[in-house]
């Protein structure tokens, strides 16, 4: 049996930047790798626009953070979050911070956490700036953590098909390049070691965001690959390697 996340997280998130609907989905996504120790929402909550978060917070726990919009067209909200995430990273009580916002605002926050030996997950919409996706170690796009959305809603990405995949060079570059980095003399690369090289390659990078829940089922949908279930000990692992070409 896998053993569980230990990691003690701050998640700190931007109201102007996220949808209430992510909540769910979000605090679902965030246990994957620990557990949440401090939540946080950042906001002017005495106006009406964000009245869609308010029952969110008291199902979830989150608590709200009053900042007042001082000036107009300044966004006080992100000083307030990073003056925050400052204080709790001084503290050296977290081993990670989760930074929920698509503003790239908080890129320098994201590279100074790091900076501290902290590990930073990211959390925003596909429209996020690169500078602030490739700031943090991992980052997931908040569509994928939502069903079909209602009306005015971001959508789950749709199922990618082989023919789509297949023309996206990008993607199989990321893939081969973990294959060959991963792979043993015969080589077969272990799905895992996979996993841990793209991420530090391409920190936005999910299977996800093709409309496949696993990395396994997203090289099953491409079709180039070969993959090989292992028993090891007490459990199956899966292997990968490139189609060998025909002599």
């Not at 949440?36 to 929402?41: G, P």
């Not at 002017?44 to 067209?73: C, E, M, N, V």
């Not at 050296?92 to 997950?121: K, N, Q």
Request: net charge neutral; aromatic share 8%; charged share 25%.
């Amino acid at each position: 049996m896998a053993s569980e996340p230990t990691q003690k997280l701050a998640v700190l998130i931007d109201a102007d930047n996220a949808r209430p609907a992510i909540v769910e989905g979000l605090l679902a996504e965030i246990a994957k790798y620990g557990t949440a120790h401090v939540k946080r929402i950042y906001g002017d909550w005495t106006g009406s626009q964000l009245g869609g978060w308010k029952a969110a917070l008291l199902r979830h726990s989150i608590q709200p953070i009053q900042q007042f919009a001082y000036t107009q067209g300044k966004n006080a909200t992100d000083s307030a979050m990073i003056i925050d995430a400052m204080d709790l990273l001084f503290t050296e009580r977290f081993d990670g911070f989760c930074i929920v916002s698509s503003d790239s605002d908080f890129t320098r926050l994201a590279s100074r956490i790091r900076e501290s030996g902290r590990i930073v997950y990211g959390f925003g919409e596909a429209k996020t700036p690169e500078p602030f996706r490739t700031a943090c170690d991992k980052f997931i796009y908040t569509e994928v953590l939502v069903g079909d959305g209602g009306e005015g809603e971001a959508r789950a990405p749709r199922k990618r098909t082989a023919k789509e995949l297949r023309s996206d060079t990008q993607l199989l570059n990321l893939l081969r390049n973990a294959i060959e980095g991963a792979s043993d003399d015969t080589g077969w690369a272990h799905l895992g070691a996979m996993g841990s090289i793209i991420s530090k390659q391409s920190p936005e990078f999910d299977a996800r965001n093709y409309g496949y829940s696993k990395l396994s089922g997203l090289i099953h949908g491409i079709g180039l690959f070969e993959t090989e279930e292992r028993q090891i000990g007490n459990g199956k692992h899966i292997y990968v390697r490139q189609v060998p070409r025909k002599k």
